[in-house]
């Protein structure tokens, strides 16, 4: 009985992970690329759901992965400009105090 039930559980396992090379699962790129991702795409938002993922997708890519100007300095733009104020009031404040020595 032993034997029966290890040969009904273990051979087709073994079989299906031969089949598919060792893979269990699909990497979320290449479930979005099947026909069956495509289709339920197509069904949910129409022929032109391919482009606008597309185009989201660029634009994802965009902003994670393209270089910037100064890589080095990665402060959003706001945080520059209030630290380039400041630094204009510093050196105006620095400028006054030698004009009155």
Not at 41 to 64: S, T
Request: proline residues 2%; glycine residues 4%; hydrophobic residues 40%.
């Amino acid at each position: 009985m032993v034997w029966f039930y290890s040969f009904l559980f273990i051979v087709p396992t073994g079989l299906a992970l031969l089949f598919t090379g060792g893979k269990t699962q699909l990497s979320r790129e290449e479930l979005l690329n099947s026909e069956a991702a495509k289709a339920k795409l197509r069904a949910n938002f129409g022929d032109e759901a391919e482009e606008r993922q597309r185009e989201m997708k660029a634009m994802m890519n965009k902003v994670l992965f393209e270089n910037r100007d100064n890589m080095s300095d990665m402060r959003p733009e706001w945080a520059k400009k209030r630290d380039a104020k400041r630094q204009r009031e510093k050196d105006a404040a620095a400028a006054k105090q030698r004009e009155a020595a």
